[in-house]
């Protein structure tokens, strides 16, 4: 199993910063992919970024130049920069995380991951 433990969401005004942070705790092959998903409310779930074991990484066309993924391979740990943030980035960030096998929404950032965080809130006023 894997347990997925989201930090770093707050209240910012737009323009502003934030870094969210994901620490899994588990077997290291069962987060091969890991990505990054929001959801706003009234809204669906949606993708925002993914790096999957070999480095490779898959951005949202909308968060495309602002938002930035890494993962600290030795920490087991996923990171988010968010930069020049606007109140349409309103949501609930999840951390998702997968296997090789299964973690295909890597590539396509569809919500199909099997581990999920419970989230974290970002808010950003104007």
């Known amino acids: 199993q894997v347990q997925l433990v989201e930090s770093g969401g707050g209240s910012v005004q737009a323009g502003g910063s934030l870094r969210l942070s994901c620490a899994a705790s588990?077997?290291?092959?069962?987060?091969?992919?890991m990505g990054w998903f929001r959801q706003a409310p009234g809204k669906e779930r949606e993708g925002v970024s993914a790096?999957?074991?070999?480095?490779?990484?898959k951005y949202a066309d909308s968060v495309k130049g602002r938002f930035t993924t890494s993962k600290d391979i030795a920490k087991n740990t996923l990171y988010l920069q968010m930069n020049s943030l606007k109140p349409k980035h309103t949501a609930m960030y999840y951390c998702?995380?997968?296997?090789?096998?299964?973690?295909?929404?890597?590539?396509?950032?569809?919500?199909?991951?099997?581990?999920w965080g419970q989230g974290t809130q970002v808010t950003v006023s104007a």
């Open positions: 588990g077997d290291a092959w069962r987060t091969y992919c």
């Open positions: 790096i999957d074991g070999d480095g490779s990484t």
């Open positions: 998702a995380a997968d296997s090789q096998f299964s973690g295909r929404w890597c590539r396509d950032l569809r919500p199909r991951a099997t581990y």
